[in-house]
T-cell receptor
Framework: DQQVKQNSPSLSVQEGRISILNCDYTNSMFDYFLWYKKYPAEGPTFLISISSIKDKNEDGRFTVFLNKSAKHLSLHIVPSQPGDSAVYFCAANGLTSGTYKYIFGTGTRLKVLA | DAGVTQSPTHLIKTRGQHVTLRCSPISGHKSVSWYQQVLGQGPQFIFQYYEKEERGRGNFPDRFSARQFPNYSSELNVNALLLGDSALYLC??????????????FGPGTRLTVT
């Protein structure tokens, strides 16, 4: 039972354009959402987060949008740069089976073309 | 500032053996979590420890155990290794507020190969 889903395994975008990565979740008890970026042979690096009481959070080129009614969040990167090429994981934190823990999606591989 | 450190970086073990993985959190962080990541999947939660107490456990068999030391470093132990235990094991540290963790910071991981 995958509570956090990233349905697009890969995405290619031209440099300078907008990258939009999507994530869906099923558990309404999640109260905090995060995006991580992962390069090969490294651990995930925290990018940006959003509390469930907000619908938008912006940090430089990165913006996360949360639609609680649709149980959907998205990460917008604008403008996209070649260095953004990596695997992006969506994660949700909240009470799951009696324990607070993070649930990660399966990741989306972003490739930014120069 | 040092980030989360893990040792060893790579490890090869044989089926049936035991393995111990180590993690040192960011200075000041009191919570450590362990994750298993297999190829093509996101990290799967194994354990969380806070102030030396187990605070959460994922859906992993009893062959997996962990502990946290007074200096907040942690060990993950896996007994009776199976081929399916081959994965990247990630440690993350955080400074939880109350019951909820906010940002977790990951180490580079230990790549375990079971042959």
């Amino acid at each position: 039972d995958q509570q956090v889903k990233q349905n697009s395994p890969s995405l290619s975008v031209q440099e300078g354009r907008i990258s939009i990565l999507n994530c869906d979740y099923t558990n309404s008890m999640f109260d905090y959402f995060l995006w991580y970026k992962k390069y090969p042979a490294e651990g995930p690096t925290f990018l940006i987060s959003i509390s469930s009481i907000k619908d938008k959070n912006e940090d430089g080129r990165f913006t996360v949008f949360l639609n609680k009614s649709a149980k959907h969040l998205s990460l917008h990167i604008v403008p996209s740069q070649p260095g953004d090429s990596a695997v992006y994981f969506c994660a949700a934190n909240g009470l799951t089976s009696g324990t607070y823990k993070y649930i990660f999606g399966t990741g989306t591989r972003l490739k930014v073309l120069a | 500032d040092a980030g989360v450190t893990q040792s060893p970086t790579h490890l090869i073990k044989t089926r049936g053996q035991h393995v111990t993985l180590r993690c040192s959190p960011i200075s000041g962080h009191k919570s450590v979590s362990w994750y298993q990541q297999v190829l093509g999947q996101g990290p799967q939660f194994i354990f969380q420890y806070y102030e030396k107490e187990e605070r959460g456990r994922g859906n992993f068999p009893d062959r997996f155990s962990a502990r946290q030391f007074p200096n907040y470093s942690s060990e993950l132990n896996v007994n009776a290794l199976l081929l399916g235990d081959s994965a990247l094991y990630l440690c993350a540290s955080s400074l939880p507020l109350g019951q909820v963790d906010y940002e977790q910071y990951f180490g580079p991981g230990t790549r375990l190969t079971v042959t």
